[in-house]
């Protein structure tokens, strides 16, 4: 689907809901903010961050249908606080046959209602920001990391000092850390599936999938 195409509504224009519309509208989505509050809705359209920005109640199913919020291919429910209003407005939109609802969870119980009442995603945006945060500081050479799933990632990193000009073949990675290197390169261009004979060389990054575990060993 063209990103023109594609619609969002953000309900809930606080931090983590303009962020959200401010992405995807830098990304070309089609994006609907929606709040209680009739200032936030008027600064989300001053600031130019949504498309549309519609002040309404979401705990009233009308006023979503209303607003065309429920022909919508995806809803964020980005409501932290009022955990009352998240549930009822997660289930208004499912019950309404919106395709795809994300929704922000203060706490585990938050998370484990918005499932049931139909959420197809939940976030913890504050646990998350704060895993992020640890991974950063303690793995300074880590460019991007991509979550697997709890214990597994797929990480972009520096190629390390102890690995310059030498061969893979020679490194060992899989036998002696348990990981696939699966590309090497620069910003320009990366080698994908490089073969036991590749060099690595200081200034390249690598890409290596693996148990983050096994990455933390890898040297700096
Ligand atoms: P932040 O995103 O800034 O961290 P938060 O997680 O504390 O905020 P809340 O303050 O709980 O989030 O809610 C986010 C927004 O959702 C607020 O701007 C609030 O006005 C809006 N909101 C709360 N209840 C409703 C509702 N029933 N209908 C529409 N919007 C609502």
Redesign the pocket.
Known sequence: MRPQNRQFAV???????RAVCETLRKQGYQVVG????EG?VAQALSDRIVDNAIE????KPNALREAGIFETDTVIV?????VE?SII?TLNCKEAGVNFVAA?A?TEIHGKLLKKVGADLVVFPEYDAGCELAHRLTRPSILERFDLDPEHSIVELKVPEAFHGKTLAELEIRNRYGLNIVAVGNAEKFKINPNPQERLYKDLAMVVIGSNRDIQRLPM
Do not use: N, P, Q, V
């Open positions: 309900i809930g224009l606080g931090r983590f809901g929606t709040d209680i509050d936030l309404l109640d979401s705990t980005a409501i932290g606080k009022y209003e407005t922000k203060s």
